[in-house]
């Protein structure tokens, strides 16, 4: 039973362009969510966080939006750039851990 | 700051070997998790040290799977013996910051791809 659904296992996008990267989840008491970024061969790494108390937080080109009535998230990334390729994971904080989706791989194309 | 060290990055071995994996976190990072990630999902919790003290292992494979980390740095994940379904990535990952939202936030190694054939 998965509590956290990246539903999209892909996507592409034009360089320029606003990449929207979806999240889903079941459980209305998850009060904190991340999106980790990561490139082949190496280790996720810590893109953008939010707490439930908020329903956007921004940083740079990454916005992240929750909308906790319908249990989702999702990372808007503007513009897209090449080196923004990579696999896209969210995962949320239950007790002292994370619980991750399956990701969602981005191809930005030039 | 130096980042998570894992060796190896890649071991082939055949089923029924066994095999270790070592950690070394970011310095000062009291708590440590070691990862299974499969291809096509995510990461998988396997265990989680806070120093020296295992906070969670409910998700290990207990019958072929242990892990250590003796003097609340660095560690060791062993598989013996080694089945097919163990093909994955294994991501060592660690965390430090104490208190709020950012505690949450984890530091990964490169990992370790193993292959079992």
């Known amino acids: 039973d998965q509590q956290v659904k990246q539903n999209s296992p892909s996507l592409s996008v034009q360089e320029g362009r606003i990449s929207i990267l979806n999240c889903d989840y079941t459980?209305?008491?998850?009060?904190?969510f991340l999106w980790y970024k990561k490139y082949p061969a190496e280790g996720p790494t810590f893109l953008i966080s939010?707490?439930?108390i908020k329903d956007k937080n921004e940083d740079g080109r990454f916005t992240v939006f929750l909308n906790k009535s319908a249990k989702h998230l999702s990372l808007h990334i503007v513009p897209s750039q090449p080196g923004d390729s990579a696999v896209y994971f969210c995962?949320?904080?239950?007790?002292?851990?994370?619980?991750w989706g399956a990701g969602t791989k981005l191809i930005i194309k030039p | 700051e130096a980042g998570v060290a894992q060796s190896p990055r890649y071991k082939i071995i055949e089923k029924r070997q066994s095999v270790a994996f070592w950690c070394n976190p970011i310095?000062?990072?009291?708590?440590l998790y070691w990862y299974q990630q499969i291809l096509g999902q995510g990461p998988k919790l396997l265990i989680q040290?806070?120093?020296?003290?295992?906070?969670?292992d409910s998700q290990l494979p207990k019958d072929r799977f242990s892990a250590e980390r003796l003097k609340g740095v660095d560690s060791t994940l062993k598989i013996q013996p080694a089945k097919l379904e163990d093909s994955a990535v294994y991501l060592c990952?660690?965390?430090?910051?104490?208190?709020?939202?950012?505690?949450?936030?984890?530091?990964f190694g490169p990992g370790t791809r193993l292959t079992v054939t």
């Open positions: 990952a660690s965390s430090g910051l104490r208190g709020g939202s950012r505690s949450y936030e984890q530091y």
């Open positions: 310095s000062g990072h009291a708590t």
């Open positions: 040290f806070q120093n020296n003290g295992v906070v969670d």
């Open positions: 459980n209305s008491m998850f009060d904190y």
């Open positions: 939010i707490s439930s």
């Open positions: 995962a949320v904080k239950s007790n002292y851990q994370l619980i």
